[in-house]
């Protein structure tokens, strides 16, 4: 088989996606399948929407346009804000896109008329992790406007938490999200279909016996992958973490000693070492260890993802992962199994040097 290589096993990831559905459904959550770090592969789609998912996510709205050509039944979200630019492709192609901006939505709901079409807005409120959404105070005002605006439909309130500052979700900012979902219902005599508490990192919150009140709606990306939650990456009770996995091969394998010699400077991918280690690193040292060096690098993985027992990772630069092995019994020409975690998956997923083969 080619390496490097994604390995990536379907019935796990079903597995994943029914015990997702099953636990959430018993509080009473609805999950969107969020497959943007794997560029909206089809056949872990097909899997997800068998399992029963209504709904996929996705941050770019090129895969949108590229999951419509194989699945053009399926509900899709864009959960990136949309740019003014691509107004008119995010409506042809997504179903509902996540909003923050009236100057956005003005031109959404202006591209929708124009193509005769019906586009969801889900609005997003900041709750402190600061990274997109409308501060709790503006919302009322954002909401009026959406509802005068012609072609667009208000499928609900989201919130993001997790992804900029790790601000984790708890039952304070979930009950303040839920009080929106109250008020606005309230204020505007509307009803919305998702109160959209945020994504794998509202799992701890729940298993932990938090109370969902409103909130009746996850984007789930990682969790789904990886069985994993992303704010202390602990693995999900029930969830395979090794559904996708890594493989890479062996280049060069050698003795070699423990530190560099010679004047150091900054690297591609690194900062100088400080004066301190410079000095130290004047000589070259008698103390001597495995380095391994695969054919992997920066351009396909994010190094300080990557883990495999008996393994250290040294760095990498763009076309090379450099690692130390004890006892080192990898020779050139071996394939080496890593386990990814979200950056390092998200970027072999991107990568076109790396194969993606299904396996079970
Ligand atoms: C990426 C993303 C998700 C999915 O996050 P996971 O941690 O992978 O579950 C959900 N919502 C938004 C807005 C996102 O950008």
Redesign the pocket.
């Known amino acids: 088989m080619k390496a490097p290589r994604l390995e990536i096993k379907l019935k796990q990831l079903q597995h994943n996606a029914k015990e997702l559905l099953e636990n959430l459904a018993l509080q009473g959550i609805s999950i969107t399948g969020?497959s943007?770090a794997t560029m909206a592969m089809p056949e872990i789609i097909n899997i997800w929407v068998n399992a029963g998912i209504h709904s996929i996510?996705e941050?770019r709205i090129e895969n949108i346009e590229s999951l419509n050509k194989v699945n053009n039944r399926v509900r899709t979200l864009l959960?990136?804000i949309p740019m003014l630019s691509q107004v008119d492709q995010v409506v042809s192609h997504a179903s509902i896109s996540?909003n923050s901006e009236l100057t956005v939505l003005t031109a959404l709901a202006a591209a929708a008329a124009k193509q005769n079409l019906r586009h969801g807005v889900l609005l997003m409120v900041e709750l402190g992790d600061l990274r997109e959404g409308i501060l709790p105070e503006d919302l009322n005002e954002v909401i009026k406007q959406v509802l005068i605006l012609p072609n667009l439909e208000l499928i609900g309130i989201g919130a993001?938490l997790g992804?900029q500052n790790g601000v984790a979700p708890d039952q304070k900012n979930m009950n303040e999200l839920s009080s929106i979902m109250n008020n606005i219902e309230a204020d505007f005599k509307i009803k919305m279909e998702w109160c959209s508490g945020g994504?794998?990192?509202n799992l701890p919150w729940l298993a932990a016996g938090g109370k969902p009140d409103r909130l009746n709606h996850l984007?789930?990306?990682?969790?789904l992958l990886l069985g994993r939650e992303?704010l202390t990456r602990t693995k999900i009770k029930g969830l395979y973490t090794d559904a996708i996995t890594l493989v890479a091969e062996v280049i060069e394998t050698k003795l070699k000693p423990t530190t560099p010699w010679g004047m150091q400077y900054q690297t591609s991918f690194s900062d100088a070492p400080s004066e301190q280690n410079k000095e130290s690193n004047a000589k070259q040292n008698k103390i001597y260890e495995s380095r391994i060096l695969f054919a992997i690098g920066e351009q396909d993985i994010d190094p300080s993802g990557l883990k495999a027992d008996g393994i250290e990772i040294k760095g990498a630069s763009s076309d090379y992962l450099v690692v130390s092995s004890s006892p080192n019994t990898l020779n050139v020409g071996y394939e080496q199994r890593f386990s990814l975690n979200?950056s390092a998956l998200l970027r072999a997923m991107t990568s076109p040097y790396i194969a993606k083969c299904f396996v079970s």
């Open positions: 969020v943007k996510g941050s959960t990136r996540c993001n992804c994504n794998s990192a984007r789930i990306g990682e969790a992303p979200y």
